[in-house]
């Protein structure tokens, strides 16, 4: 940065128009992000080309919704990598996203156990069966012998840590089907292939019945499996098994040899997607149990959201006013940087879909002080060096370089503090504490942008052409 500095009258001589239609762009546009919920770019044709939801996402405090906490369903001898652990939470944090539930926050906690937090969840139950099941999908030679659907057999294949004949949750389960129990004189049927070998899942509506049904396309090992039995075993059936449990039980009319097949049942549109979202992410390396869920009401809720931006608004005022009547004219170039950076801010916010809850509304007002700080060392030096009789170019550079090791020291301290709050909240799942560190991070560093590039840019585009020693009063001197 130092060499940003030293050669920063030159820099700005030459590019600082360019920087000027740069950040009125941005703010242009961040100003159109802040002002909508939806992003809907059209092609030539007419077509969308690019869409995407960016309403302000709110926290569990603000929202209300389930929190749950799961814990490894394992003997509380055996050891549980913390590995497994995380990429449990990264495929149930998946499958939550999968079954159209948004704004999930899934944090280990300690060696066994992850809170989940579901803003906005409507159905409790249901989101909860569908993230337990651990999706072990089997394609299943049982000859001519078609199972009942929803009944429970036994196959060839184990994990070698679920049990012969796990009974999955009735999320997948054709709701009028009874399931059968699994017995010691039941056969055992040959798995000829399982899910690890599914390549893509979706869901669609077969036109001709009216029913879903899970469309998969096959790996390239997958596919020539799936080619060689069919192709050997035209008439007989090939069950589709998830946990043990029959789904389907088609018979094979013919070779399927184009990696691709579709699997049909009594599924309604939410079990349909549930299975998908399963099979789409795979059985989970660390089967998990609810140890304790709980429906939590908006604690905060409308109101708070009303008080918080009245505090906002207020403070940002304050400030303004403050920068107003101390600085000048400069502190007039610092409030339009200020209202730049809580614009670029909030859009930055809606783009990354950073969850918001109390406390991180909190840190997104306390990294305003931060921007004000950075302002407050830089006029401060500014006003030293027009009374040591620089020029206005050479004092906003100069006053620049000397408040920069300042600004940079404050800055990584205070970065370096919600590095080691993020880490705690991600350690203890403390999901409040880590989006206050988020948030105020965010902030920091947006914050040096506007100080750094934005009021420096706005100085010399307003200062360049005025002389000192005929409005001095601008200048609070």
Known sequence: MAGIFVDGEDFMNRNNTNWLIGIIVLLALSLWIDLIPQINIPN????TLYSRNVQLKLGLDLEGGLQALLE??????????????????????KRANALGVSEVVMQTAGTRRIVAEFPGVKDPEYVISSLQQTGLLEFVDTGTTAPQEGSIIKTD?????????????????????????????????????????????????????????????????????????TTNNVGKIL??????????????????????????GNFTADTANALAAQLRYGSLPVPVKVVESRTVGATLGEESISKSRTAGIIGIAVVVVFMLLYYRLPGFIADLALIGYAILS???????????????????????????????LIFERLKEELRNGRNLRQAIELGWERAWPSIRDSNIST?????????????????????????????????????????????????????????PRWFGL
């Open 239 to 264: 069950t589709i098994v998830l946990d043990k449990r029959v789904i389907s039980a088609p018979s094979i009319n013919g070779p399927i040899t184009g990696g691709s097949g579709e699997i049909t």
């Open 346 to 376: 909030l859009a930055i916010f809606k783009m990354l879909g950073v969850v918001l809850t109390l406390p991180g509304i909190a840190g997104f007002i306390l990294s305003i002080g931060m921007a004000v700080d950075a302002n407050i």
């Open 44 to 47: 030539f044709s007419g077509d």
């Open 415 to 471: 970065l370096i503090t919600c590095g080691i709050l993020f880490t705690f909240g991600s350690t203890f799942g403390a999901s409040m504490v880590r989006g206050f560190s988020i948030n105020l991070a965010l902030g920091v560093l947006v914050s040096l942008f506007t100080a750094i590039i934005v009021t420096r840019t706005f100085l010399h585009a307003l200062l360049d052409n005025i002389t000192l020693s005929d409005h």
């Open 157 to 229: 294949y184990s994990t070698g840590s679920e049990p012969a004949a796990t009974v999955a949750p009735e999320a997948t389960a054709a709701p009028d089907t009874t399931p059968t129990p699994a017995t010691d004189q039941q056969p055992v049927y040959h798995t000829v292939m399982t899910g690890k070998e599914l390549k893509s899942v979706g869901v669609s509506l077969l036109s001709t019945t009216g029913r879903y049904a899970i469309n998969f396309t096959l790996t390239t090992q997958g596919a020539q499996i799936f080619g060689t039995h």
């Open 72 to 93: 490894a369903d394992l003997p509380e001898t055996s050891n549980v990598a913390s590995s497994d652990l995380d990429v449990t939470r990264q495929i149930l944090e």
